[in-house]
């Protein structure tokens, strides 16, 4: 049995998301930001109509502040692309540098999360997948998601 992930980076780090909770791939999108939003919350951008809210997924998993910020203009076009992931009935967009390929794994060679790992990254990530020169981390769509752990305090 395969996992298919849709791959991409964040801060040249290899990343992973099973293909069936991702909806689709877009390029930026004009962001609506939010007042008194959480910091990871980017705003909101429309759709075809659908309002979907943007999370900065750099600052979701604690790994730094993102490279360009702007806290004036209320639209802005922010670089990179939009990941849109489907949990549930919950249809929202993740920010990231860049896209890979939709890589296929076997599922016998998944790794469980490094115990070394800290803060709201380990408890998002399932895993990790070897390549020939490192890994791609796979990260858990409901987690990354789930109201609760966000808002849990780390150490």
């Known amino acids: 049995m395969a996992e298919q992930l849709c791959t991409f980076f964040l801060k040249e780090v290899f990343f992973g998301i099973n293909v ?3 909806q689709e791939v877009i390029r930026p999108q ?4 939010i007042p008194l939003a959480p910091a990871d919350i980017c705003g909101l951008i429309n759709l ?16 730094g ?18 990941i849109i992931v ?4 919950e249809v929202v967009s993740l920010l990231v ?3 890979g390929d939709v890589l296929e794994f076997p599922q016998k060679t998944f790794q469980p999360p490094p115990a070394t790992l800290k803060g709201k990254m380990l408890s ?15 990260l858990d769509a409901e987690k990354i998601l789930d109201v609760n752990l966000i808002n849990q305090v780390t150490e």
Do not use: H
């Not at 004009?30 to 930001?33: G, N, P, V």
């Open 20 to 22: 069936l909770q991702v």
């Open 30 to 33: 004009a962001i609506t930001r």
């Open 48 to 63: 075809r109509g659908q309002i979907i809210t943007v999370i900065d997924l750099q600052r979701r998993l604690e790994m």
């Open 65 to 82: 502040e993102p490279q360009t910020q702007s806290n004036i203009k209320l639209v802005e076009q922010p670089p990179g692309f939009n």
């Open 86 to 89: 489907r949990s549930d009935d």
């Open 97 to 99: 540098d860049n896209v």
């Open 124 to 138: 998002m990530l399932a895993g990790a997948y070897p390549l020939p020169d490192g890994f791609v981390l796979v």
